[in-house]
């Protein structure tokens, strides 16, 4: 008997990608660089089951069907490359590599290049999810080698979350790095989901001054409407989750946040290619704040900040939270369509941005019920240029405008900081004006550096250039970039 597909790489994804595998009837061979993972997992959670234990790559390539499809699931970087040289020579023409790990798009690019000079072919893909996804049901977001796609399909989508309509969470995303550039994005709207919740935590502590129990609540019925959503749920769950002595975990633990370097990537990517994705930017360097703990911790006894407490309407102010995370959440989403928008453009991608959006109503940590919305809104019009321009997302946003703006200006007269909805509500207001104040940056860059400026009573392309000081002369720089 041999295998339907293998997989290189034994830690938590891996072993619960390959026990989902099984379950819904595929046979796995398995392999991992440490050799006694492979037989403890065999003779452990994989006894009795479809799986071929596999003491090298040899082995584990001589053990799958053709076209021969090879899964790793290792450490983003060097350990993929290394693998792929170790692979290549056990394959023959048409065999398939594929990464699922969270490797940076422009590798996957070079990678899908490289392999396909072999005569091979080369799938990059997003899966999201983390342990539970993996075992139960995870998004997958495929992109690389178009020939590969229908040897892979029945089982990624068999093993990919379902909607509630029985859809799979997983389509094909693209040529070359279209997938892992689309996981990329999903991460960075990761970052900043959490952020605004971050922000909506703190307000409600610090602002309102409400205990772990009444924010419990809140988000107990903030999970039940428009904000239904996976990292709304847990952050319920971790709000109401006591040790055995009684003692709030959420209390216990450091304020200090790590990152892995994908909503870096975002933020990079979006300043490579000229997209505004302010909000996720905030959110990173939320994150790097965060972790200058002992700078912070002495400056809270140097610097003052405003002597102010909350004395409104507590409910109406979780009510203007609620509209403003929301409101948020749309800007989160439309600037992270953007950027996909801009690489599609750059890289040559046929993006499907509502096949996105179902990939993502599943099985990923950002799935929620919003995202059914961005599908029908792209399914509506597929070259909507801006979420923000679809009639359902124009009147979410006006409905909630007025409590965005409420929330944004008792956090700055607690002293209380929110840099991601506060970017998002800028964002807004900069997108729908037909007039920002550039034209005055263009002419401090022309006195500066005679950078020329375009003039609005003239035709777009023509360029010009003022003498400020007249001493400059009539030379002027010999490119103009918008």
């Excluded at 050799?35 to 403890?40: E, L, S, T």
């Excluded at 959006?357 to 599943?362: E, H, P, T």
């Excluded at 997302?393 to 944004?408: D, M, S, T, Y």
Aim: net charge negative; hydrophobic share 40%; aromatic share 8%.
């Amino acid at each position: 008997m041999k295998a339907d597909i293998g997989l290189i790489g034994l830690a938590v994804m891996g072993e619960n990608l390959v026990l989902n595998m099984e379950s819904k009837g595929f046979t796995v061979a398995v392999f991992n660089r440490t050799v006694a993972k492979v037989d403890a997992f065999v003779a452990g959670r994989g006894a009795g089951k479809n799986f071929i234990g596999c003491h090298s790559i040899e082995e584990l390539c001589a053990n799958l069907k053709r076209p021969r499809k090879v899964m790793l699931l290792v450490k983003a970087g060097q350990a993929v490359d290394d693998f792929i040289e170790q692979i290549i020579p056990y394959l023959e023409e048409g065999d398939i590599v594929i990464d699922g790990g969270n490797s940076h798009f422009p590798d996957t690019i070079r990678r899908a290049e490289y392999v396909e000079g072999k005569g091979l072919l080369y799938i990059g893909t997003g899966v999201s999810g983390g342990e539970e996804g993996a075992l139960l049901g995870p998004s997958i977001m495929p992109g690389g080698s178009p020939a590969a796609w229908p040897a892979v399909k029945p089982i990624f989508q068999k093993i990919s979350a379902q909607t509630d309509a029985g859809e799979p969470c997983c389509d094909w995303v693209g040529e070359n790095g279209a997938g892992h550039f689309v996981k990329m994005v999903h991460n960075g709207i990761e970052y900043g989901d959490m952020q605004m919740i971050c922000e909506s935590y703190q307000m409600m502590k610090e602002g309102l001054g409400l205990s772990n129990e009444e924010m419990h609540e809140v988000l107990k019925v903030w999970n039940e409407g428009e904000l239904d959503s996976y990292l709304i749920e847990i952050t319920r769950d971790i709000l109401g989750f006591k040790t055995e002595e009684g003692e709030a975990v959420i209390d216990q633990i450091l304020d200090t946040a790590g990152q892995k370097g994908t909503g870096k990537w975002t933020a990079i990517s979006a300043l490579d290619l000229g997209q505004p994705l302010t909000l996720i930017g905030e959110a990173v360097f939320a994150r790097c704040l965060s972790a200058l703990k002992d700078e912070r911790v002495a400056a809270s006894k140097i610097l003052s900040g405003p002597d102010a407490s909350f004395d409104g309407d507590k409910a109406a102010m979780i009510e203007d939270l609620k509209q403003a995370l929301y409101a948020s959440k749309i800007v989160s989403y439309a600037q992270g369509y953007q950027l996909m928008r801009a690489a599609a453009e750059e890289y040559g991608w046929a993006l499907n941005n509502g096949g996105i959006a179902l990939m993502w109503r599943g099985g990923c940590i950002i799935r929620s019920v919003f995202l059914g919305k961005i599908k029908e809104a792209f399914d509506s019009n597929p070259d909507l240029v801006n979420l923000l321009l679809d009639p359902f997302f124009k009147g979410a946003l006006e409905n909630a405008q007025a409590a965005w703006r409420r929330v944004i200006m008792k956090s700055v007269e607690l002293g209380i900081p929110m840099p991601a909805i506060g970017a998002a509500l800028a964002y807004y207001d900069g997108y729908r004006a037909a007039r920002l104040p550039a034209n005055l940056l263009q002419a401090q860059r022309d006195y500066f550096g005679a950078h020329t400026y375009e003039r609005i009573d003239k035709p777009r392309g023509e360029v010009f250039h003022t003498n400020w000081t007249g001493r400059g002369g009539e030379t002027s720089a010999s490119t103009y970039i918008v």
